[in-house]
Nanobody, 125 residues
Framework: QVHLVESGGGLVQAGGSLRLSCAAS????????MGWFRQAPGKEREFVAA????????YYADSVKGRFTISRDNAKNTVYLQMNSLKPEDTAVYYC??????????????????WGQGTQVTVSS
């Protein structure tokens, strides 16, 4: 059973930074691509960032490119999302996700099958 737990959300002023963490358990973390998604009130969930199993490939939504960075620490079974220059439109519940296929590239976003419970990020103007 794959288990994902996000942390690191909170309230921050526009222009500030936050780092989200997602701790994974239940299988060999290093073999699987990881991704971050978000859902704002009244909106559909959207892709934010993803990283391949090897860490060699990363993908970002245009809205966060240049501001957010995804990374992983296989020794800690954890994936991170460093968020800089935050904007009020980044306010959302952020979810960590992974797919069921080992050695995947992390793309496309539709392949993710396992989800965490989410962590709230609120950016004030």
């Amino acid at each position: 059973q794959v288990h994902l737990v996000e942390s690191g959300g909170g309230l921050v002023q526009a222009g500030g930074s936050l780092r989200l963490s997602c701790a994974a358990s239940g299988r060999s973390f290093s073999r699987y691509a990881m991704g971050w998604f978000r859902q704002a009130p009244g909106k559909e969930r959207e892709f934010v960032a993803a990283m391949s199993w090897s860490g060699g490939s990363t993908y970002y939504a245009d809205s966060v490119k240049g501001r957010f960075t995804i990374s992983r620490d296989n020794a800690k079974n954890t994936v991170y999302l460093q968020m800089n220059s935050l904007k009020p439109e980044d306010t959302a519940v952020y979810y960590c996700a992974t797919d069921w296929v080992a050695y995947g590239s992390g793309w496309p976003p539709s392949q993710y099958d396992y989800w965490g419970q989410g962590t709230q990020v609120t950016v004030s103007s």
